[in-house]
């Protein structure tokens, strides 16, 4: 799926020549304001979307998520940061939302996200991980898989400047 014309932050560069490179991001984002909690009638159709913007410039492996966040796990390319990524999936999924009128008033994804690399031998399980967030959040909270996350790659955080998070 193709993000509409126009809809680019910036033209990407082309690598250098001899410029080789394997990095697996795996990425979390947060919906703001509770009463936009993406619904399953939808939520199929966001993750396609959202697939097809990562896909416009590099490599999808995993879309998936759950009422109130969305994972990403894409091969990043060299000429592009995490940040320019983060910034274009959101702004242009968000667009998508309110466009289609998805759901009452305004919607928006909260500010920042959460970033994690993995290695190429971890990319089956962080894939199985993603498609199976409806299944993992019935026994996990959002707060409680990201703080998980947070602690695992060991961030260091200050609780003020986290997500806000409804239970």
Excluded: C
């Excluded at 940061?81 to 999924?93: E, F, G, L, P, W």
Aim: hydrophobic share 35%.
């Amino acid at each position: 799926m193709k993000v509409p014309k126009g809809r680019h932050f910036q033209e990407q560069t082309k690598p250098m020549g001899n410029t080789y490179t394997q990095i697996s991001i795996h990425a979390v984002f947060s919906v703001k304001g509770r009463e936009n909690f993406i619904t399953k009638e939808w939520r199929d159709e966001l993750h396609s979307y959202i697939a097809g913007i990562i896909r416009d410039d590099a490599k999808s492996l995993a879309v998936g998520g759950w009422k109130d966040h969305v994972h990403v796990f894409y091969g990043l390319p060299p000429a592009l940061s995490i940040s320019d990524m983060m910034q274009k999936v959101k702004a242009n999924s968000s667009r998508w939302i309110n466009e289609k009128r998805l759901v009452k008033g305004k919607f928006q994804w909260q500010e920042g996200y959460g970033a994690f690399s993995y290695a190429k031998s971890q990319r089956d399980t962080v894939i199985k991980y993603i498609m199976s967030q409806e299944k993992h959040h019935k026994n996990k909270s959002f707060k409680a898989e990201y703080l998980d996350m947070l602690n695992k790659f060991e961030v260091e955080y200050n609780e003020k400047y986290l997500f806000e998070f409804y239970e």
